[in-house]
């Protein structure tokens, strides 16, 4: 997202982040930018989150446009404390007449009432993005109705680039191969560790079955709800040694030059639904906080989107018999809405004041 933001705003800009040695961003364009730490300023406590926004009001003379990245961070699901510090930071900004904006975000069914509250106060003067029709009626329902209908910022960029070590592996074989990403997320949220690695392992198999062969994709590399751990864990039970278990973060453009090469993809991360279908792959999803479904719901292929029940593997492979059957039409509807909800994520940067 943050890679997506710079590439198509055109003018350097300022990015704010709370650890410079965790910050980490692929994009080309990057030194071109300037990165500047204010520790404390979304993950402090209140004392120090005031410290920190008071270090961040020293830049402000410098400010034309000050924008908070929403994607899932906003309504609290996640933390708390973090949702809050950024509506606040948001308040505080537009004290000072400048203009702001949360770019592509969602809201979840059960977001937090403080992020409401605070995001309501905000909603006249921060200008409101919001990726997703189930969002907006979410948002609309508790009388925020100042949004404007976007896309994820992702779908701004469709930059590619090879992997070697893809590439090698793509090409020792003729055989169709589909992209699996477990979500060390869904992993906290579902239950039992190895019961939740057993359902992936159900579908593993049956695609095995099938014919194909198997690239583990983890897409979140961090402690904690990363998903390096638990595709390790399931590349040793399920696959062979002609699958292929990626170990290292992907550059954006590397992950879509991959999907693009699979015949289709089953994640239960959303960004990785969304670089798939950028770059017209089928999907087959697993619901995390109830904001997976509108991004479905954009493409028209709401029931490839599953609610991640204790036992989802077999109605996993019940739709992945289900999207072999409409393949081709599938194909043909993503590649139908992909300029549509390209120029829905551009609008996450309409009107913003850079002069």
Sequence with gaps: MVDSFINHLGIECVLIVEDKHKFKSTNRFLPESKIVEIPNLIFGTFFQNMSAIYTLLKLSREMKSFSVIGADVMDGYYNVRESVNRLFLLRVINL????????????????????????????????????????VRRLNSLRISTVT????????DDSLEFAANIQSWLDSSDKPFVTVNISGLGVQQ?????AHVSQYKLVVDALRIKGYRILILPHVFRVGDGDLKVSADLFETSCTSEDLLIIEPLTPAQERQMLKAASFVITGRMHVSILALSVGKPVIALETAGKVQGLFDLFELGNYCLV??????????????????????????????????????????????LL
């Design 149 to 156: 209908e976007v896309a994820d910022l992702v779908f701004a």
């Design 308 to 353: 991640r029940t204790t036992e989802f593997g077999e109605e996993t492979v019940q739709m992945i018999n289900l999207l072999e059957q409409e393949y081709s039409t599938v194909c043909q509807l993503i590649q139908k809405k992909i300029p549509e909800i390209r120029q829905l994520s551009l609008l996450n940067f309409t009107g913003m004041d």
């Design 96 to 135: 000072l007449g400048i203009e702001t904006r949360i770019t592509g975000f969602s809201w979840s069914p059960n977001a937090k009432d403080a992020a409401t509250d605070l995001l309501r106060k905000i909603s006249t003067q921060t200008k409101l993005c919001v990726r997703d029709p189930n969002s």
């Design 190 to 194: 579902n239950g039992e560790y190895s």
